[in-house]
């Protein structure tokens, strides 16, 4: 059974960074695709970076230089590091996955964990 599980995620002033995490089971990780997305109140969900199985990464373009997907292949396990955070990056962070080809549209995954809320304050 496939199963992604964030963790990692609290509470930040402006200007802090955070790591967080997506630990896969179920299948390894370059298998896939698996993705980094986030939703803040109101807003619809919108990826915020994704990796191939050849371990080439895309990111959402006003957020490159600020936030760098590093994977652990011997655990299995994503990490999602934030920089110079503002409060416009409060929202809900998912990991997601999906077989084929890999998308930045968070439509495009069925495979979700549960989330991890950041919240910034300024």
């Known amino acids: 059974q496939v199963q992604l599980v964030e963790s990692g995620g609290g509470a930040v002033q402006s200007g802090g960074s955070l790591r967080l995490s997506c630990e896969v089971s179920?299948?390894?990780?370059?298998?896939?695709?698996m993705g980094w997305f986030r939703q803040a109140p109101g807003k619809e969900r919108e990826g915020v970076v994704i990796i191939d199985n050849d371990g080439d990464t895309k990111y959402a373009y006003d957020l490159e230089g600020r936030f760098t997907l590093s994977p652990d292949f011997a655990k299995n396990t994503g990490y999602l590091q934030m920089a110079s955070l503002n409060p416009e990056d409060t929202a809900t962070y998912y990991c997601?996955?999906?077989?084929?080809?890999?998308?930045?549209?968070?439509?495009?995954?069925?495979?979700w964990g549960q989330g991890t809320q950041v919240t910034v304050s300024s």
């Open positions: 179920g299948y390894t990780l370059t298998r896939y695709c």
């Open positions: 997601a996955s999906r077989s084929g080809d890999c998308y930045l549209a968070a439509s495009w995954y069925y495979i």
